[in-house]
């Protein structure tokens, strides 16, 4: 009997489940993958602004066949998913929103100002399609071509790719 308890504990508690984890956050995370990269991320952010956000982040990457979880990432390294990010100095904003999406960025794409830094669903697609457009021009000779949404220099690239990667 104690055998058969301690291999029932052994099956049960595991590196794939351990025990301190309760079942309906394993079910979350299985049905929810963006959310909890999230949460993982900034355990602090209100929960259902992150289930919404990772809703709006799934239905953009499918749409513009984005790796999802690369995509959260680098939402992570460039705003920590706070939509009204700015990156200002001496008074002046150069980028925008959760995107961070750059005002030279923004005039090619004619995306709005404001919009990035108060729609999230706008600001989200925005970098999405910025993202987007990068793999189509890059994807075939670059599988990181996803580090030029921040650095066109190949070794500020890698130091992207860096601060990125610890997100996923």
């Known amino acids: 009997m104690i055998k058969y308890i301690v291999f029932l504990s052994l099956l049960v508690c595991s590196k794939v489940v351990p025990c301190d984890v309760k079942p309906y956050k394993i079910d979350k995370c299985l049905q929810h993958p963006i959310y909890c990269q999230i949460l993982k991320n900034s355990p602090k ?77 706008y600001s989200v697609q925005a970098g999405a399609i910025v993202l987007a457009d990068l793999r189509k021009a890059y994807a075939h000779k670059d599988k990181d071509y996803w580090t030029r949404y921040n650095a066109s ?9 860096a601060k990125v990667i610890r997100y996923l």
């Not at 799934?58 to 705003?79: F, G």
């Not at 190949?154 to 790719?161: F, G, I, N």
């Open 153 to 161: 220099n190949k070794l500020k690239r890698a130091v992207y790719k």
């Open 45 to 121: 952010i209100n929960k259902q602004y992150a289930m919404r956000l990772s809703n709006v982040i799934d239905n953009m990457s499918k749409l513009y066949k984005l790796d999802s979880a690369i995509y959260t990432a680098i939402l992570a390294q460039e705003s920590m998913f706070k939509l009204n990010a700015k990156n200002c100095r001496k008074g002046f904003c150069y980028d925008h929103g959760i995107s961070q999406i750059n005002y030279k960025t923004a005039l090619i794409y004619n995306f709005n100002l404001n919009g990035l830094t108060t729609d999230l669903v």
